[in-house]
């Protein structure tokens, strides 16, 4: 998050899968720190090529934070 508050710019776009290390709750916690923060949600189908598909969603969600720097 240091290097997004170093940006000189007004907004910033950052896609991050749901499957990501981070939680969205932290994530947009953290991003909130920063400015004013709208979250876009699509969900698609998870890619199945693992062979572990048990524990696997059946879908997966692309979040698309909008920050506007404060």
Known sequence: FELIS???AKFVLIS???EGFIA???FSQN?????EVQILEQK???????RNLASRPTHVSELLY???KA
């Open 31 to 35: 991003l909130a720190k920063l400015g």
């Open 66 to 68: 909008v920050l506007k």
């Open 24 to 26: 969205r709750e932290e």
């Open 6 to 8: 170093k940006l000189k």
């Open 44 to 50: 698609y189908n998870a890619f199945r090529g693992s």
């Open 16 to 18: 991050f899968n749901s």
